[in-house]
């Protein structure tokens, strides 16, 4: 691992700078751009114009009745609301998205296979390209995402709610839309870190455990929720809260044909496979077994942070299965590399599974 001054840096600037903007203020774009006076000013301009009295008075002369009342009571309404960014649209509140979105108890295969096929693209595209262009480009994906989270709830940012709603639709879960960051930043921290931490091989197999091993054991934990003796209620020491045995085992054997695939086919040269094929069998469970129980180790609901810490207020930063999976699938890629001998300097196929 390289951990240096860069590390730091990447780790406590994005702390700092969320901080900041959590106890900042932001006013809507009304206090910048007066637009409300003069679209009201202008649309009852209009209408005294239609109605026949350009008087300075400002009011309507035309009798009750006439041809002009009906077109200048409409503008007259439409003026209250015009350009009026002060009073948002209820189908853009957060809360309004929340009532159409299901809660973490559903199964809801949409939001899995959307977490599956974002973690294969991200460990495709650490493999394929250089560490110093996907690294920064992470980063930088990162940091505009926390952004986002800290400015979506905020008045005059709200629109963004709408939008990760179009782009993202069920894939969403409630409380994302309740006040909690998405999964999103954390998802992306969690490839960032992997693969910055990590040689190019450890840190695409750390993004695959995520991809395959998260959601995977979300999915058989769900449905053997019933069997009582798997369930770890209270948590072992606070690990695993809420999530069964059956869940972390299935999450494991999911990734297995994966990661043997993928170990089979790497670039091994003439000397074939260091430990043959027990080797590779081994360490395409232990890997899954990593991934799993990385997964397992996050208690729900998560662990979150206060309000406000020595009285500054916080973003809502918790323990996410997202970012812990990857970075802990990573280092033990790592040390499961140097228990059966393998380098881990290691090169996987061209296509990664092929």
Known sequence: MRLNS????????????SSSLAAAHFPSASSYFRANDFGRSLVQATAQIRAGDTSRGGT????????????????????????????????GSHIEIAKKLKNRNHTNL??????????????????????????????ILTASTLVMELLRYRRGFRWMNVALHFFLGGALRKHEMEGKFTGSFYYFAGVAASAYLFPKT??????????????????????????YWSRIENGLGGIGRNKGILGFLGGALFCFPFNYR????????????????????????????????????????????????????????????????????????TKIFEMVGWDEGLELAKHIIF
């Open 262 to 333: 993928v170990l089979k086919i790497a670039k091994w040269g003439t000397d074939g496979i260091p430990g043959g094929e027990v080797a590779v069998v081994s360490a395409s469970l232990l890997l899954g077994l990593a991934g799993a129980f990385a997964d397992l180790a996050v208690p729900t609901p998560a662990l979150t942070m206060p309000k406000k810490v020595l009285g500054i207020p916080v973003p809502p930063f918790h323990v996410d299965d997202n970012f812990v999976v990857p970075i802990f699938s990573g280092w033990a890629c």
């Open 6 to 17: 860069s590390l730091i840096s990447l780790t406590v600037l994005p702390w700092l700078t």
């Open 202 to 227: 450890a840190g695409t197999m750390g993004i695959c455990q995520l991809a395959l091993a998260d959601p995977s054991a979300s999915y058989f934990g769900r449905r053997t929720r019933h069997i």
């Open 60 to 91: 309507s002369r035309s009798p009750p009745g006439t041809h002009s009342e009906p077109f200048q009571n409409t503008l007259q309404r439409k003026s209250s609301t015009l350009c009026d960014t002060d009073n948002e649209s209820p189908e």
């Open 110 to 139: 949409s939001r899995k296979f959307t977490h599956a096929g974002f973690g294969i693209l991200f460990a495709c595209l650490n493999q394929f390209l250089p560490h110093h262009r996907f690294v920064p480009a992470m980063a």
